[in-house]
Structure formats: structure tokens, C-alpha cells
């Protein structure tokens, strides 16, 4: 931290509804808000949520403008008589209650946008604490805004937003965040870039970084999204030497983990693979066995993939691995279904059956029942089939039947994706129980 | 609720971790401890997330024992240094800390176990406040435990979990709810049961419902986990005359929107598909075109499934369709890939493909693009091939891709489902958007 001082270094989030304390929905808007503190340097003190309760919901705004400069409240906007989050804080706050005809307007416009008179009580809405920014809600009725606050004789600020995320987002990328930063009076800037990886786990990743970022220097964080993890560099100070040390510490990053590195920000294995793919102007067959139809099913998941994936057959028995991928019965009899020799028959089967370019397939013991002692549960084989080769390799992995599977299916996408770079398949993961 | 006192009326959550204020890590812990807490007639006054910080973790503490009769506090338990739960309780209660021998035993026979010597700082989780009552964790080796004092002349109790969701979780089911259902002066129960539905929405279910159930008998929740909406009945009482109470009011769901109803419990549409597949001794095949492999995929994540399924066909291409699945070109070009007359060939198809007894399959129009006038985002064809039938049926769906696909996927083992029960498939879904 810099010896300048900062308008804003400590923040509490609230967060408001019934569905919250009852245990009927997960709060996913605080960890969302969280990381954008984070990132923006915001030293987050608490989350408090509450329910619909206005002796509550008071006793949080005061709990938390005793503790921060900065108060978000996401929840408690809506039309209906539970929605008590502008009355409270205007009571707790000493401030009257002011309407806002231009927000009313615009409530009756969405309202005669989708052929519906808007119902009395969404006025409500339009109902601000006096000396409030009100902050637009493209995507629903109810705005946000903002207030700045004298309590007990310290500056805070206090920022009100709908509780649907949808909403709740775009309001803070549009309107909270610019806002955040253009206070700061320091005229220094948080920058980040994100790496996502896959292969190595979080602590191996963490090993390799060894004392590449020195703390003075910038941030290293890991966030781990099986399978993947992504590793995100934070630097901060004056604009362009903010943006000079990003782009070195990025270069160390790549330098260190770079073989493990398949995208940036928010890139999937996916979503990088079905962009190769298209690049290289190829079709991608698949098949699959333990993996259940995981693979075509990621790969699909992404808008546009009927330009990139010719088909996949989910060969699950002996017989259809025969009659589907053309699977050899003296094949299947000699080696076992779970076996490299039968990984390679199905990818080529899969190839030849969909006339693809490239073709990947999976094996193995998902479990929790079939393992063997030649073939433990967790024993996957990946083949790959292409013009002039086709190979395969033998994993031993872990875990649930959720995680081998989607363990598996990530490393069938990873070889697709390192094959169309010109690299070779990962010998191994290094990534440990 | 009744006029006796109860021991336990409110409770506070407490989550402790840096990982949760830095936004690395969604708080799931809470929710389900909160939905524990629901059933069983607690109310929820708050819960109150700080980081690794003993100042804050204090504040946090004192805050939740002025305002519940029950403090739940996870996280913080770990052997590091900046794990600081223990510590922080035992100084704001003014208890002395003592170490417990039998814990650390267990611990250094975990670590045996395992083949390794536990490090020195693991006998940190050893120490508990002077009169805890240590509750076991089979899986991890931090023991919770559970404390009673008197603060400011009220009796409160502080239950402590270590933050890993799958040790929390059976120390939860295990060790505190039958502890404090055991506390209830009352000798009153609360019981549940709930019921999983689709095809109908949260709104469309609360209609049918009506005043069927009578704030007094008993309370009727929802809580949506697209695509499918479980309604759960909580009644209160007396053991015997609850367990009745709990059987009439579940008739009464049952008669109203039982035909919604695929299951309970936990029950997954998956899972009762899988379940009456094996009751049949029926072998499915599963075609799929923009569901792209998500029908098999769910079927096969459930362990087992080797048993009930023939195999499954990703055909996102004409020509794959073709190939794979034996439509007729001449199909394709009259009524186009997406339509009743390819829906029903593709189940045909499969189910010749993989000998199968029974085969479902999709083709429709996900988008974002490829919608036509004819065909707009959304359109999708389920059709169902067994002995002596083979059907189709059109339905308009809404939503992202994502959620397309799904609830696609959920309508074809809907069918399955349907068909095994000798039911006719639902006509088309009561979900507005």
C-alpha cells in the first residue's frame, strides 16, 4: 500500500432477503462483488446478510458504517412490502424520503415495452433517500444509486443495487467501478490479467512461481475452478508504470507456468478449443466411454460449434464400441475395453464414422464400481486420431466419479487443443490429491 | 410457533476465511447450514463473514452472541498460523485454552495412515476453549466442538466447524442437529419432506397449490434449481401427531401437482430414469443433435449406468446424421434437420444402432443463431422409438443456450421416464419465462 492516502481502503457488503436466510438460494452477488473489491485494492471487512427484517437490515447499515468507507447493499429494491432497503437507510441515515419522477417515467416505458400496465406498487421504486445519485438499471425496474454520508463525523459511502445479478452486475461495471477509481485521489490504478491453466495444481503452480513476483512488485493470486486454475497477476500505481510492471510480471508468469497456460481473463478449454479448431479449418470427431458424452457436451456447449464438430458416439458397451466405432471384438477380447489399443480402434472409428479431420476418444473407470487391479478406478486412456497418426496415452487419476470424468474429459479437449499448436500431449498431470 | 419456550430461537452464522473476503471462494457452507437451520424452526438473524483477522473474527463473534441464542461458526480451524477461530473465541469468552491429548492421537493416526508424520503445527488443532465439547470429524483433522456460556447473563451456545463443505457437512448432519433437536425443551418436532418436480414453474406449482395448506398445518417452500423446482412440506409438532400431519399434508401435494412430481428426497430426474431402466431391464440409446451429448452425459453420471445404457449419437452435422444414425438424405432435405420426421428417424436410428430397447432423441435449434421463421431459438423435437411405437413431439423453449439445452435434455428423460410408467409425455411445459 502506498503512503497516499486513499478516499476509500475499506469496504462492507450487504447483502438483503428472506431467500438468503432461509437457505433457499446461494449468495453468489458478495462473492462477485468480493473479487471486484479485491482487485480494485478495497479491503472487504465483512459481508453481513440479513433478511427481510428492518430492525436487521438497520442494525447491518449501522454495524457496517461504523467499520468501512464504503457500504455495498445488493437485495431489498424490489416492488413489494418485504423490499424495506431505501426505507431503512433513510432512516438510519436522518434522511427524507424524495421521488423520482424520471426514474417512474422510465419504470412505465419498460412496463408499456412488454404490453403490461405497470403495476401501483412498483412505484416505490422511484423512492430515493434525499441527496441520492441514482445509478440506471438497464435491465430491470428497479435503479440503483448512491449516497454520500457524513457518520459520526467520518466520510462514507453507501451503494444501493438490486439483488438479481444480472442486474446487480452491469450496474457495477458501468456505474460503480468508474466511479470507485475516479475517487481515488492518489491518481494510482489496480490492473490485473488473468491466466488460466490447466495441468498443474494450485500449490505445484505456486512452487514453480517460486519468488518470481516480489510483493513490492505486484499480487500473484490462484483461483481454482476444477480443473482448472486460473493465476492472476495484480499490480498497482500511476497508470503507465502500472501497465509497464503488468506486462513484466505477465512475461515471468508465462516464462514460469507458460506450458500450463491454454488461455486468458475468462477463456475454457472449450472455448479456446472450438476457436483452434476453427482457425485450423477442422472437424473434430469423438468418443467416448467412461466420459459419458462430457466431451461433446463441453465442446457444443459453445455458440457456433456445428462449424468445428462433425459428431460423437458414447459407446458405453462392448457391442456398440463394435457397432458404432467398428471396435474390434478380437481387440476388445485381447487387451480389455480399457486399454490403449482399444482408445486408438475408437478414435479412428470415430474419425473414419463422422469423415472427420481430427479425432479424440476416452477410456477408462470412472468408478466408483469397475475397477480391476490392472485397471484401478481412475486408469483413463486417451487416443487421438489424425491424418498419418494415431496414438494414445495411459492417466491415472482420482477423485469421484464427477471429478475423473471431468478430469478426463479435460485432458481429451487439452491434446485437440495442443495438437492443433504442434505440441505434445501432457506426459502427466502435476496435480496432486 | 408455540407458546412453550424454546432453548434455541435465533442463531448467527459465521464464516471465517480470507479466501471468502478476497472473492476466491463462493461461501456454499452457509446457505446449507441455513437451510438446516429452517428446518428445524430456527430463525436466521444473520451471518456474518470476516476475513482471517482476529480483531474482525472478535467483532464478529460478540455481534452474533448479543444477538443468538446460537453461534455456528465455520472456517479457521486449519493448522496454519492465520487460522485464528480458536484462539479469537477462547479470548472474547475469557476462557483459558487447553489442549486436548485424544485429538492430537487421532490426528497423528490419520497422518500414519496416510504414510506420513504430521507436521508440529497440526497439534494446534488440538486446542479447544476450557469446557468445549469436542464433536469428531471422521474425515479431516480438525475436531469441532460446541461450547455453552453465559453472555451478559444470557445462555448461548457456539458451535465451531472447520470450513471444508465435506467435513462441515455429516459433523452437521452427525454431531449438532441431533444435538440441538435433543435441546428442544418442547419435546416438539420438526419434519420434512420434499418433492422434486418439472415442467411446471415455481408461480404455476404455488397456483395449483392454492390454500391447500394452511399456514397453520404446516409450511409449503419451493426453491428452483433449473429445471426442476423441489416444493418441501415442514410441519411442527408433537412427534406422533407430526408424522401425521406430514403424510396428510403430503397427499395433498401429491393429488395437486403430482403430476409434476418425478421424486423426493434428493432424487435427480437422471437418477429415477436410470432406476426404472433397471426395473424394466431396458436398455437405452440416446441421438442427440443440439443437446450435443448433455442427455448422456446426465445419464451416465449416475454410477451404474453401464447397465441401462446401449450407447449414445452426437450427430451435429447432416451428413453425420447420415452416417451414423442411417436418417435419409431425403428426409433432411424435405422437412429439414430440424423437425418431427428427423427427430423420429434419429431415434429409430440409434435405437437400431445400439440394440436398444427403448431410444430418445433431440434435434433442435439452441441458438444464439441458426433460428429460421419456421424454426425460431428455442424449437426443439423429442422423439421416442420402442417396440410397436415411434414418436415426436414439437416444443418451444426459451432461454439462453444453456438453458435451452437443459431443459431440452430434461424433457427426453422426462419421456423415458414417463414411458416407463406407461404415462403419455407431457404435452408441453406450464414454465413462463
Redesign the interface.
Known amino acids: 500500500m502506498p503512503a497516499e492516502e486513499r478516499v476509500i481502503e475499506r469496504a462492507v457488503i450487504l447483502s438483503t432477503g428472506d431467500e ?9 452477488n ?9 482487485e480494485n485494492g478495497i479491503d ?8 427481510d427484517d428492518a430492525e ?1 437490515i438497520r ?2 447499515f449501522e ?1 457496517a458504517l461504523d ?1 468501512a468507507d464504503l457500504v455495498i447493499s445488493t437485495g431489498g429494491l424490489g416492488p413489494t412490502a418485504d423490499d424495506l432497503t431505501t426505507e431503512v437507510l433513510a432512516a438510519t441515515l436522518g434522511r427524507e424520503i424524495v421521488f423520482d419522477e424520471a426514474s417512474a417515467q422510465h419504470m412505465r416505458a419498460l412496463f408499456r415495452s412488454i404490453g403490461r400496465d405497470m403495476p401501483q406498487n412498483n412505484l416505490r421504486q422511484a423512492n430515493f433517500p434525499a441527496g441520492a445519485v441514482i445509478l440506471a438499471n438497464p435491465l430491470g425496474t428497479a435503479p440503483g444509486y448512491r449516497v454520500e454520508v457524513d457518520w459520526k463525523g467520518r466520510r462514507r459511502f453507501v451503494v444501493v443495487l438490486p439483488g438479481v445479478p444480472r442486474e446487480m452486475k452491469p450496474m457495477t461495471e458501468n456505474e460503480v467501478l468508474p466511479w470507485l477509481r475516479g475517487l481515488d485521489a492518489t491518481g494510482q490504478v489496480y490492473l490485473s490479467r488473468s491466466f488460466q491453466t490447466f495441468g498443474a495444481s494450485e500449490s505445484a503452480l505456486d512452487e514453480m512461481m517460486g519468488r518470481a513476483v516480489a510483493p513490492e512488485e505486484g499480487r500473484l ?3 481454482a475452478a476444477f480443473p482448472q486454475i486460473s493465476v492472476r497477476v495484480t499490480v498497482h500505481g500511476r497508470p503507465h508504470e502500472a501497465e509497464a510492471a503488468l506486462a513484466r510480471l505477465s512475461e515471468r508468469v508465462r516464462e514460469r507456468i507458460g506450458d500450463y497456460v491454454f488461455g486468458e481473463g475468462a477463456a475454457t478449454m472449450e472455448g479456446v478449443v472450438n476457436q483452434l479448431l476453427r482457425q485450423r479449418r477442422w472437424k473434430l470427431a ?1 468418443a ?1 466411454s467412461c ?7 463441453r ?3 459453445v ?4 462449424q468445428v ?9 462392448p ?2 464400441k463394435q ?2 466405432l467398428g471396435v474390434r471384438a478380437e481387440t476388445l477380447e485381447r487387451h480389455g475395453a480399457v486399454s490403449d489399443e482399444v482408445a486408438r480402434e475408437m478414435a479412428a472409428g470415430a474419425r473414419r ?3 472427420a479431420d481430427v479425432a479424440v476418444s476416452v477410456t477408462g473407470v470412472a ?4 475397477g480391476t487391479a490392472e485397471n484401478p478406478v481412475g486408469t483413463v486412456y486417451v487416443g487421438f486420431a489424425c491424418d498419418g497418426a494415431l496414438v494414445s496415452r495411459r492417466y491415472k487419476l482420482w477423485g469421484t ?2 471429478w475423473i ?1 471431468l478430469l478426463a474429459s479435460q485432458i481429451a479437449l487439452d491434446w485437440v487443443r495442443r495438437h492443433a499448436l504442434g505440441r505434445p500431449p501432457q506426459e502427466s498431470l502435476l496435480i496432486r490429491r
Open positions: 438468503l436466510t432461509s437457505g433457499l438460494t446461494v449468495d453468489t458478495s462473492n462477485w462483488l468480493a473479487d471486484k473489491l479485491f472487504l471487512v465483512a459481508v453481513i446478510t440479513v433478511g436487521r442494525w447491518a454495524s467499520r493470486s490462484f483461483r469423438i467416448e466420459t459419458g458424452g462430457l466431451v461433446a457436451e465442446l457444443t456447449n455458440p457456433g460449434s456445428s464438430f462433425a459428431g460423437g458416439l458414447v459407446a458405453y458397451t457391442q456398440t457397432a458404432t464414422a463422422c469423415d468408478g466408483p464400481d469397475g466419479r464427477d470424468r
